[in-house]
């Protein structure tokens, strides 16, 4: 079974602090995603990154950057906490698919609840 | 742009009951795919379907049913004799155009799921 992992289900950090969220994957997915999940608005692309050390934003990536040295490994870095960043944030992998092939669904870690004060 | 729109925020059926998700989409591609994903309350989003939008034929998985429609850019999903299990947050998703071998889904706004006893 495919398994992502993410390093924490529930985070409290203050205000300006620089916040670190991990996610791993063991299934050897080129493709890693980071979500931010908002009641009313679902889930939104804030980074993602189809191989390492390559990464592209998404559709919110202002106040977020990412890492991505290691496959298995995609971090989300919140450089300076801000009080609209309280969400929660979901990680995802997929294997990487090449021009016209099916797309491989995206398997989801359980979340980090990120509250920020 | 891509977009994909769940009007139904909330619905609260009794067990037992057929109960019907709506997902209108937009898009201007001509070849996409259409995702459903469950998230229960655990908080980690399940796979539930994917569909090309070269089959329009309906589709059927035990309680789990999905109709196709590009005449009107629907894709619903209806659960026949609803069970307390299903209740859950339901996502409808449609695939944007491929980057780098990495193909980014557009969510919708969720439909949170309540099956009473």
């Known amino acids: 079974d495919v398994k992502v992992t993410q390093s924490s289900r529930y985070l409290v950090k203050r205000t300006g602090e620089k916040v670190f969220l991990e996610c791993v994957q063991d299934m050897d997915h080129e493709n890693m995603f980071w979500y931010r999940q908002d009641p009313g608005l679902g889930l939104r692309l804030i980074y993602f990154s189809y191989d390492v050390k390559m990464k592209e934003k998404g559709d919110i990536p202002e106040g977020y950057s990412v890492s991505r040295e290691k496959k298995e490994r995609f971090s989300l870095i919140l450089e300076s906490a801000s009080t609209n960043q309280t969400s929660m944030y979901l990680c995802?992998?997929?294997?990487?698919?090449?021009?016209?092939?099916?797309?491989?669904?995206?398997?989801f870690g359980p979340g980090t609840r990120l509250t920020v004060t | 742009a891509q977009k994909v729109t769940q009007a139904q925020t909330e619905i609260s059926v009794v067990e037992k009951e057929d109960v019907t998700l709506d997902c209108v989409y937009e898009?201007?591609?001509?070849?996409?795919?259409l995702f459903w994903y469950k998230q229960p309350p655990s908080g980690e989003l399940v796979f539930l379907i994917r569909?090309?939008?070269?089959?329009?034929q309906n589709e059927i998985s035990g309680r789990y049913s999905w109709n196709f429609q590009k005449s009107t850019s629907s894709f619903n999903f209806t659960i026949t004799a609803s069970q307390v299990v299903d209740s859950a947050v339901y996502f409808c998703a449609l695939s944007e155009a491929e980057y780098q071998g990495a193909q980014k889904l557009v969510f919708g706004q969720g439909t949170r799921l309540t099956i009473n006893p």
């Open positions: 995802a992998s997929r294997v990487r698919t090449s021009g016209g092939d099916i797309p491989y669904e995206q398997y």
């Open positions: 898009t201007r591609d001509t070849t996409y795919y």
């Open positions: 569909r090309n939008s070269f089959d329009e």
